[in-house]
């Protein structure tokens, strides 16, 4: 069974930086692809896809919300993908959640940042930015 958590999260001020990490278990034995993303919901608002990734090509894919702040990479340890958050913002305050699809094709296609493509979910991280 796929586990996936998440790490990271705290209390920030406007224009500080936080790295979030998602460390995955139970993945299947076999070598297809899988897609990673993470998922931010805001205090009242839906889920909404921030950042994603495809495991094997290395294409990520971000929302225009957070283009340029956002980086979501491999960081080299085993199952575990990462998110760098650049010059926060009180908008960016959530709860961040990891994501995952195991069994993908290889195509040149993002990974997608819609909620029902992904089957494997987090607990959840929060971030709280203040100013």
């Known amino acids: 069974q796929v586990r996936l958590v998440e790490s990271g999260g705290g209390s920030v001020q406007v224009g500080g930086s936080l790295k979030l990490s998602c460390v995955a278990s139970?993945?299947?034995?076999?070598?297809?692809?899988?897609?990673v993303a993470w998922f931010r919901q805001a205090p009242g608002k839906e889920l909404a896809g921030v950042a994603s990734l495809v495991t094997a090509t290395g294409r990520t894919n971000y929302a225009d919300a957070v283009k340029c702040r956002f980086t979501i990479y491999l960081p080299g340890t085993r199952n575990t993908v990462d998110l760098q958050i650049h010059t926060l913002l009180p908008e960016d305050t959530g709860r961040y959640y990891c994501?995952?699809?195991?069994?993908?094709?290889?195509?040149?296609?993002?990974?997608?940042?819609?909620?029902?493509?992904?089957?494997?979910w987090g607990e959840g991280t929060p971030v709280t930015v203040s100013s």
């Open positions: 994501a995952a699809e195991c069994g993908v094709s290889r195509s040149d296609d993002p990974a997608p940042l819609t909620q029902d493509d992904y089957p494997h």
């Open positions: 139970g993945y299947p034995s076999d070598t297809s692809g899988k897609h």
